[in-house]
């Protein structure tokens, strides 16, 4: 068997049945968080937290950690000291977070990962290990890219995409993975190992090509440099590498052609140069250098302790120069982390960056063993492209990208921990037993703590989506009781504003107890997270409701000054509540602001804003007929159907004037 199928041989050397257990455990989980769609998915969430406790449980649980080194300025130059710094302190934020649930949900997402690469330290202690991790990396690449051919050829969406939730994302794991790949076939000596790494290599580089990630190229730029630099006359002496170009060309070539010719529209494939235009080059940069002037503003805003973790999407808008889209991040994870936790929080973020940086650069140059050595450039390469790539893009608010980050930074410092024997001094260590129980004690602590939150946001998850269920099938007796128990898991203000506005739309399904006990819920909401926009929302619509627009007047104008500019149903409800209450001039004032924001013509991402658009001019119609302005009440209406053809109230509201005239 070991002669007819060596690659199998190789993959699989003889490591214990414990440590095979292990390591498919890390397979299994880069390979299940690459399934999901969403980046905050609550199931990525819950996974990602369970997976970090078993990591902790099966490999730190008994662990000495070495304690023999501490002097302070061994502290100092530490870059565990800077990682564990940024943990504290994004903790300590969610005091003075803006959304402080919000915040505390993100913290334990990034103690898992914190978790995963402390795991990985001390789990890939031996070359065996690495390899083994070597094969299954790679192979989770491959399978994303094959994936996302599959779906790109059948036009799911106009880029490469995957099981990812998107371009960004996918481009993300291809440029960790790519020069790991393609080390290991420049290196490769046996024709099979050449040819399964100069595949997987080909079927990634094709993958990132058809992303049109302007971000993800630019960050392979100073790898790729390297790369070339550092093995040029390897690639240059062999001819494969001509042909591995042109491989790559005409697949780029062959996928795009294919996708257009089977939909007759070949003239698209001639003219794919337009996806990549110069134009959509400039619109791009004008997006991400406005999302990074409000992250700097923001940041000098609060510069002690920031906004709070996760919480950019919340305040951006009162920062944002154009509403051509609202972002939930910064595009740019360190200038986020100024913004979200202070210069204290981003400082320990870039430190402990730069600090890693410099001991895998030592670990790099210490080793021997040219294929090794080979294998660890090609894995640092990675992480230096993902690095770069968090300074234009959001790839690192994926789960997959995120973990794979720390473990190809966990599988280099484990490595360099070999190098030094400090494993073995670790074990050996009994001069401080006490420090590195606690230690240990610590890690599982909080191993335990992440665990009991990942099985409250499963739990949660799972009754979330059973009431969204219930909901369409029209089963909305059954979806409040679910989300309520949802609610005791998982009491997400988001989910919650999804289940007030499910209540609020058939309010008369509730008893008057449960609609007393839903106004009492938002307005200790209100007055528990001022900051937020959700709640007043959901209390001045559930004042709508109940024909009580006096009252609705008060949340809704709070509503709109937390959020100013991409929810047009916040102005509605305002405009429609001072109309019912007679105040037409302020209603009309309200609404005339918001359409001053988005003037006719703009280029918004958000899918529903025509309609909203459409609703708002409509009601300005309305206003403008009441008081007898037949003139601008038509104009208004007009305006309605320039958003929408055929806009039902508008055309209505036409009529009306023509038999008033």
Known sequence: MVKRFPVMNHIMPAVSGRDRIIMVLFMALLTVTSFFSAEWSKWVHAIVLIFSFLFAFLILRGHRFNTASTRWRSVVSHPHTYM??????????????VHWYGSLSYWFLLAAYILIYFSAIHFFRTWRHIELFNWGVIGVGVLGALAGFVMFLNQSSPRLSGFLFNANAISGVFILLIPLACIQWIQAERKLYKTIWGLSALTMIVGLALTYSYTAWVSSIIPLYILLRRFHRQIFSRTTVVIMLLCAILGVGGLIGFRYAQHKDLGRAIKIYETISYSDFISSFSQRWNFLVSAIHMAIDHPIIGTGLNTYQDMYARYAETVNEQPRYAHNYYMQAFAELGVFGGAALVAFIILVGRRIIVVIRRETDEHRRGILI????????????????????FALVFILFWLMLGVLMAWGRQQTGELASAEADSDRPWISKMISAGVLITAIVVLFRGLTVFMGAYLFDMAERQAQRGEFESAFASYE???????????????????????????????????????????????QYRPFWMLGRLYIAQDQYERAIVPLTRAT???????????????????????????????????????PGIRVRNPNLPTQLAALNYLLGEIMKTQRNTARAEYYYLQSLQYVDQFGPAITGLQSLSEMQ
């Open 84 to 97: 564990i710094g940024w943990l504290v302190i994004g903790l300590a934020g969610v005091f003075f977070s």
């Open 378 to 397: 090609g894995a640092a390469l990675g992480a230096l492209a993902s690095a770069t790539h968090a300074a234009f893009d959001f790839g690192w608010h």
């Open 561 to 599: 000054e937390l959020n100013p500019l991409f929810l047009p149903d916040i102005f509605y409800d305002l405009g429609f509540a001072l109309y019912s209450q007679e105040r037409y001039d302020e209603a009309a004032q309200v609404i005339r602001e918001y359409l001053d924001v988005y003037y």
């Open 485 to 531: 128990q949802g609610q005791r898991f998982d009491p997400d203000l988001v989910v919650y504003t999804q289940y007030a506005g499910l209540a609020i739309t058939n309010l008369s399904l509730l008893t008057a107890d449960q609609r007393a006990a839903l106004e009492q819920r938002l307005l200790t909401l209100t007055q528990r997270q001022p900051e």
